[in-house]
């Protein structure tokens, strides 16, 4: 069984990678940042936060496929 406060951290996370994957990062930053504060370990959540910033200083290109390259491992 998934608690209440996981289920929100997952609908959160949810919204936010819809918005990821039309480009729109600063939404999608601020609810990947709504969900760490519900669940501060988030990974998924961690990861994708990570990504969105990046995104906003340097956007991928219009042609972009939703692919994100890892440039450290």
Do not use: H
Not at 13 to 37: D, I
Not at 46 to 70: A, H, Q, V
């Amino acid at each position: 069984m998934i608690t209440e406060e996981k289920r929100k951290v997952l609908d959160l996370f949810t919204q936010g990678r819809n918005l990821y994957k039309l480009m729109k990062f600063t939404e999608a930053k601020n609810c990947f940042t709504q969900a760490l504060k519900i669940d501060a370990t988030d990974g998924p959540s961690i990861e994708y936060l990570k990504r969105c910033n990046e995104f906003i200083e340097s956007p991928p290109g219009e042609d972009w496929d939703g692919i994100y390259t890892m440039k450290n491992k």
